[in-house]
């Protein structure tokens, strides 16, 4: 998912070797966790070096602005959630749903910082940063349509359901590595079978729509 930022910024083309590429990668990682943890208004750039170890001009050089660093801090928290999410292609429809439940939790579970980052953001109102959020959305509702239903385009009734379901389980999800009092098994679980139930609502509207394989039955032993 690439976008260009509207304030002018550029992302830094791969710089010619491996340590650069390191670098920036280290600062990634380091403003995920200052951005979970403090407002984008509230950190200025000086903070941001400070608490990085490193000279204000060196995160210029990779990343432009304080606007672009935060862009690719986002980018590359949902370019690691969509890869775990959409794999497990060769695996049966249910099957595949229930991986993709699966390492959505997973990733909210390990990296908690990134996740909260993904789904709350934290500039207020900006709309990149919400086409980046709502991408997200969009991509785990085609995977698990497809899963679902097969490779066929994302009907706006079932498109609708999904993403009814997916905003809830962005709550929810929010709330339990917040707090977590169910295990992983437990929540999935739980989410597969409330997943379940929309698949079967949307059925129950559109009479057409061939009914997919029920989420919610038990894998053969």
């Known amino acids: 998912m690439k976008i260009t930022p509207s304030d002018g910024s550029v992302r830094p083309r791969a710089r010619g ?6 670098r920036r990668a280290e600062l990634i990682t380091i403003g995920r966790k200052l951005f979970a943890d ?10 941001i070096a400070r608490q990085a170890h490193v000279a204000k001009g060196l995160i210029y050089y990779y990343f432009h602005s304080k606007r672009g660093y935060y862009l690719a ?18 695996l049966p429809p249910e099957q ?3 991986r993709t439940i699966d390492c959505y939790l997973r990733y909210a579970e390990d990296n908690q910082a990134a996740y909260r980052t993904i789904v709350s953001g934290g500039v207020g109102f900006d709309t990149e940063v919400h086409a980046l959020r ?10 698990i349509a ?10 706006p009734l079932t498109r609708m359901g999904l993403l009814s379901w997916v905003c809830g389980v962005e709550g929810a ?7 977590p009092e169910l295990s992983r098994e437990t929540m999935g679980e739980l989410l597969v079978r409330t997943l379940g139930a929309t698949l079967r ?8 729509l061939s009914r997919p394989a029920s989420p919610t039955a038990r894998r053969e032993a």
């Open 173 to 179: 999800t929010l709330d339990w590595i917040a707090r």
């Open 134 to 143: 709502d991408g997200v959305r969009e991509a785990i509702v085609a995977t």
């Open 201 to 208: 609502a949307i059925g129950d509207l559109d009479l057409d």
């Open 17 to 22: 070797t491996e340590r650069s590429l390191a």
């Open 73 to 90: 801090i986002i980018e590359d928290s949902v370019a690691d959630l969509l890869s775990l999410a959409a794999g497990g292609r060769e």
């Open 38 to 47: 403090t407002s984008y208004d509230a950190l200025s750039m000086d903070d």
């Open 146 to 155: 497809e899963g679902a239903y097969g490779p066929a385009a994302v009907a």
């Open 96 to 98: 595949r749903v229930r």
